[in-house]
């Protein structure tokens, strides 16, 4: 069974950074590409970017470029991915989902982590 | 950029009754790389179609769905309590950044 847990909710100021977390288990985690993805109030659900697990090969939406960065660690099965220059629209609830094709970047998503509550306030 | 519109934005219905959701693209989803979700209040998405008409594992067969180009529809035969939700479209026919419509949320009378 396809587990994907992220760390807890974060306060952070304008400005300032924030690295979640998303430790899979259940599957083989370099089978599959995880994704993240936000859904604030305004924004609806926004795809973010993904990583390869498998040789760490990150796409990122534009809109986020320059300011997002995802990771991975093979040896804990955990992903991660760090936001700069928070902004209160970035206020959000984060997920991380696992690829339901596998080996694409361009995919649904099949399994979704529990979210983690990202406030920018200052 | 493909922006995906839901309608209604919303809907209610008794139990038993059929639900007719709807996802139009601004441009043709290529191969019907379409998917909808369901999602309740507190807990992240479900995936519940995917290719258009593909039921995920352990989705009940009253939910259904059709459509290619650029209209989609999602079915629920059958409303039940636990229905419940708002449901979103993603599409996955163009390269990135893959989207997702704005919802409709669905309510029992």
């Known amino acids: 069974q396809v587990h994907l847990v992220q760390s807890g909710a974060e306060v952070k100021e304008p400005g300032a950074s924030v690295r979640l977390s998303c430790k899979a288990s259940?599957?083989?985690?370099?089978?599959?590409?995880i994704h993240w993805l936000r859904q604030g109030p305004e924004q609806g659900l926004e795809w973010m970017g993904a990583v390869t697990p498998s040789d760490g090969t990150t796409i990122y939406a534009q809109k986020f470029q320059g300011r997002i960065s995802v990771s991975r660690d093979t040896s804990t099965s955990t992903v991660y991915m760090d936001l700069s220059s928070l902004r209160s629209e970035d206020t959000a609830v984060y997920y991380c989902?696992?690829?339901?094709?596998?080996?694409?970047?361009?995919?649904?998503?099949?399994?979704w982590g529990q979210g983690t509550l990202v406030t920018v306030s200052s | 950029e493909v922006v995906l519109t839901q309608s209604p934005g919303a809907l209610s219905l008794s139990p038993g009754e059929r639900a007719t959701l709807s996802c139009r693209a601004s441009?043709?989803?290529?191969?019907?790389?379409l998917a909808w979700y369901q999602q309740k209040p507190g807990q992240a998405p479900r995936l519940l179609i995917y290719d258009a008409s593909t039921r995920a594992t352990g989705i009940p067969d009253r939910f259904s769905g059709r459509g290619s180009g650029a209209d989609f529809i999602l079915t629920i035969s059958r409303l039940e309590p636990e229905d419940i939700a708002v449901y979103f479209c993603?599409?996955?026919?163009?390269?990135?950044?893959?989207?997702f419509g704005g919802g409709t949320k669905v309510q029992i009378k």
């Open positions: 259940g599957y083989t985690f370099g089978n599959s590409y």
């Open positions: 989902a696992r690829d339901g094709v596998g080996t694409t970047f361009i995919s649904y998503f099949d399994s």
């Open positions: 993603q599409q996955y026919g163009s390269s990135p950044p893959l989207t």
């Open positions: 441009q043709s989803v290529d191969s019907g790389y």
